[in-house]
């Protein structure tokens, strides 16, 4: 299916059509087809980079552009700013007005009131809700992004009483749910009256594997030995990397981010293009011009490498400017605490799951990641323009 042959504004077809999108990936003709920009609630089950945000994005401008407002919920801050920017983007060349609102729980936001699409948090969502702002009746278009996390024991909860109030406050909004990865999603599409668009077309093929002393046990039965057999991220790192590609490595907290990245870089000099140095060293400043600290200067150090740390130690802005020296392929490696796996758009040759437990803080014991959350990080691999496949390889 062409964007040309859609029910859509003719500036919103002239805005994709300059950004190169003229053709639908499957997953995103299928929403179509079920109504998603007619109205009908949808409840989109498909692979990371499999287009579920394109949807809601044309969707929500459709909305804008015939006189509609636009809700859209993320579970985090930093997928919210990600979600404003790329909304952002699109709506100042079609005319239409977006907002991002995350902090001040104590507020209604009356100015909310002037924008079309409105990007928040559940929690902030649940903050506005409590308030009553009279924009709320406004209304046309709720979108859930991560849904799957109504399944969680702490964040869940929030999650359900923004839906359900939604849906009783604004009766006739048409509801767009999004997750990669979900266990009950004709139970839940039973309870939002949504219909499933479900899939695991992808546009870039993941291949899931096993390390285990010094081989990677595929889930196709291929076993692929390498050649070096000391610290296992190290090896898997290093080994992407000199193939060309880059490497997303998750570990359980922040301590061991930042100690696997110092592994990684010792060795990744030697093998750095010599014309990404001086690129690397440019990074590594403005770094520094950011922010003068501690954990800063660490960083940048390890950035001169080509490596780089992602933890909610550091701001913001400097997480920012890692994740788009990343995007923009500067940086080759980054290392990365769970969080970042959660709907943040930094896609990689290979993920590298180094623990397979963590530490539950609330219990004092280690315990087994679940599914979902291993298909959360599993599904970073592959990106899209770049490679034919994706790896996601889980230490053992």
Known sequence: MRVEDLDLPSEVKRALVRRGIVELYPPQ????????LEGRNILMCTPTASGKTLVALM????HALNGGKVLYLTPLRALASEKYEEFRDYAEEVG??????????DSSDAWLEGYDIIVTTNEKADSL????PPWIGSLTLLVADEVHLINEE????????????????VRDVQILALSATIRNAEELARWLDAEVVATEWRPVRLREGVYYDGEIYYGDGCVHALPDKGNPVQTLALDCVEGGGQALIFASSRRSCVAHARRIAVKMWEILPAELRG???????????TETNEIVRQLSQLVRRGVAFHHAGLSYEIRRAVEEAFRATTLKVVVATPTLAAGVNL???RVIIADYKRYNVELGFYERISVIEYK???GRAGRPKYDKEGEAILIA
């Not at 003709?29 to 998603?36: L, P, Y």
């Not at 239409?96 to 729980?105: E, H, K, N, P, Q």
């Not at 702490?154 to 406050?169: F, H």
Request: glycine share 6%.
């Open 96 to 105: 239409v007005r977006v907002a991002l609102t995350t902090g001040d729980y």
């Open 347 to 349: 896609p990689a040759r």
């Open 154 to 169: 702490r964040r869940g909860p929030t999650l359900e009483m923004v839906l359900a109030r939604l849906a009783s406050v």
């Open 129 to 132: 809700l409590r308030h009553r």
């Open 376 to 378: 959360q990080m599993a």
């Open 59 to 62: 969707a929500a401008l459709k």
């Open 279 to 289: 690129e690397l060293e440019r990074l590594a400043l403005s770094l520094l011009k």
């Open 29 to 36: 003709e299928e929403a179509v087809r079920r109504g998603a």
